[in-house]
């Protein structure tokens, strides 16, 4: 009967070691599923996409809507020139899994990938420990690598979103962030200028009551040509760049058989961060704060997949540009801190 033993021996040993890879695979595909499921789904794709001239990579000051910093773009056509600082648009080195990592750095990623394969292997993250071998153990070792990797996650959603403004431009591209004026929350559309805070401000450029309703009327008709997917409209609302991003964004929802449907779109509180000009370019960064209801359906059967029909509220900093005979576009849309 030896032999029997030793076969039932070895099949709890395999089903054991089947049974921790599965595990170590839903522990690190688990943060993940979890960080792509909450990304917003509304124009723009939750990201920071754009230009803002020559200050691109300089972060717009900070208002009342939104005290915290603006994300640096992830999607632009802009390249840092000679008068940026390089440093802001080179990726950092360093953090959890940088090539500069530090101390930090290089112990967890050892920690991790030493626990991985002894787990793989059947050693478990500390083969030594003959306890670990229990399933009290098998949780520990679960739970220290999900930790290890939401540690993970959390490092790479803050190199993403920086906290500090991430360059200022060389002082000739223009006057840095001037002092506005606000009067806070707006008294709704009735009011006139809806939601945005206005008042005498020292910015290069003037941004009037009509410029104010402009910002707030592209605000709703961007995002009702983006659920309607009607890319002409769009070109007719943002500039080329912009339009060429919400294809992308149209096309893999085509891929994947859904559609984004943005409603109820109204402006809470908005106020001005910067406006100048370059050229015969007029740019204006504004702080929106915005309610909506946001749902991707199923083409074919309607069903909500993700979001809700229940109302919600974001902060977004749009950056609007104007040329000479025309009218206010979208250049660019980043994502608050």
Do not use: C
């Not at 991790?112 to 993250?125: E, K, N, P, Q, S």
């Not at 190199?159 to 002082?171: E, K, L």
């Not at 890319?231 to 891929?255: C, G, I």
């Amino acid at each position: 009967m030896p032999g029997i033993w030793e076969t039932h021996m070895t099949f709890s040993q395999r089903s054991r070691s089947l049974f921790k890879t599965i595990a170590v695979v839903l522990a690190l595909a688990l943060p993940t599923a979890l960080a792509i499921s909450s990304a917003d789904a509304r124009v723009g794709g939750g990201m920071s996409s754009g230009s803002r001239g020559s200050r691109t990579y300089s972060a717009p000051p900070s208002t009342t809507t939104a005290p915290g910093s603006a994300s640096q773009f992830n999607r632009t056509y802009t390249q840092p020139g000679a008068g940026m600082n390089s440093a802001a648009a080179a990726p950092a080195r360093g953090g959890l899994f940088g090539r500069a990592g530090g101390f930090m750095g290089g112990l967890a990623a050892g920690f991790l990938g030493a626990g991985l394969l002894g787990m793989l292997f059947g050693g478990g993250l500390f083969g030594g420990l003959g306890g670990l071998s229990s399933i009290l153990g098998l949780i520990i070792q679960i739970v220290l690598v999900v930790f290890v990797v939401r540690l993970a996650m959390s490092w790479w959603q803050r190199r993403h979103t920086p906290q500090a403004a991430y360059a200022n431009a060389d002082a000739s591209a223009g006057p840095g962030p001037q002092t506005n004026y606000r009067s806070g929350l707006g008294g709704g559309l009735g009011g006139g200028l809806g939601g945005f805070g206005f008042g005498a401000n020292n910015a290069p450029l003037e941004i009037k009551p009509d410029d104010y309703e402009a910002f707030e009327r592209l605000l709703g008709e961007i995002q009702t040509a983006w659920s309607n997917e009607d890319v002409a409209k769009l070109h007719t609302l943002a500039t080329p760049e912009m339009v060429s991003y919400f294809e992308q964004d149209l096309a893999q929802n085509r891929a994947r058989n859904v559609v984004n449907k943005v409603t109820n779109v109204k402006l809470l509180q908005g106020d001005l961060a910067e406006a100048w000009r370059e050229g015969e370019t007029d740019y204006a960064t504004v702080a929106l704060r915005f309610a909506l209801t946001d749902k991707t359906v199923d083409r074919n059967t309607g069903a909500v997949v993700a979001g809700s029909e229940q109302p919600g509220e974001a902060t977004e900093v749009w950056t609007f540009a104007r040329r000479p005979n025309g009218g206010w576009e979208l250049s660019a849309i980043q994502q608050t801190n």
